[in-house]
């Protein structure tokens, strides 16, 4: 059998494989057709280098189609750098357009101490806070691994932990079908040694990534309920969910929402090296976070799940140090807790060697 791929891959548009020149220009045919279906739309700017490109992108074809104008918002989490508000500002001059600012209800801190710290990702996260509320030994592992007929002991997990079934599949590494998916990134050994880590090392703090959900996604859908086309500069390198096909929508470039909605990611198959050429053609300026400070990405500052959280915040002390400050006393226990587990797998690898 060959190696198995995702519609991601298998489903992708032709575009997908063109040389940055053509792929841009590919990619402003379907921004100017979608906004001419759909004219009333949104784009969130978060002030990284992905929306740089995007929201050049979007007012280049705007220009040139003579299209409509499209509206910005930016979502301040209440942890935000210095470098990324005023170059929110910036660009917003530099366009001459308005990118309003909007925060949440629930602040980041807020969130966080409320309902737990994120760690190693969102699905991490969100699979150690539902083993961590429901209370289910890691120890049904072991019975699933060590089960002859695997579907009949997720189906007797199942029944002697009822409304479990999702924790159940992310700690014992297997599908609702009871048939075992070790390598898929929705268990728990998506990250190596992960379950032992836990069981060996149980955290001492509640994990989740709900502040995302208060601080982000909360606030978006308020803001964006009322327009037609909402658009995001998510791209597939990235990784993560971004990676992952969605029941509704194959090339994950455009997609009809269940509210009835469009959702455009024009950069979706926008690569690093497309997004370089890009940066250097129209001489696009990032945010000093990039351009002064060192960062390779922005996204919500110290935010745990990224793996050089810690790093970066060195990165950014120098220019900003009340805010590194303030990482360290949201997410420490995440960031010390993440450097327990390298440590721990890093001591697993070399007994393996």
Known sequence: MGEYKSRVYTDRPAYADYDSAAKFQAIQSIIAKRLKEHPHAICSYSGGADSDIMIDLIERTREIFNLPPVDYVFFNTGLEMKATKDHVKATSEKYGVKIRECRPKTNIVTASRKYGLPFVSKIMSAGLEG?????????????????????????????????CETTINFLCCCNSKGEPRPNIQLVINSSKYMRDFIEEFPPDFQISAKCCDYCKKQVAHQVQKDYDMIITGERRDEGGMRSVPRKDNTTLCFTETSSGQYRLRPLYYVSDKDKAWYKEKYNIRYSDAYEVYGLTRTG???????????DDLELIRPYEPTLVKAAWNVFGKSYRYRQQYNEYKARRRETEL
């Open 131 to 163: 083993w961590q509320k429901k209370n289910i030994p890691l120890s049904i592992a072991e019975e699933y691994d060590n089960a002859e007929d695997k579907e009949a002991k997720r189906a007797e997990l199942k029944a002697r932990y009822p409304g």
């Open 300 to 310: 919500c500052c110290g935010c745990p799940i990224s793996y050089k959280a810690v």
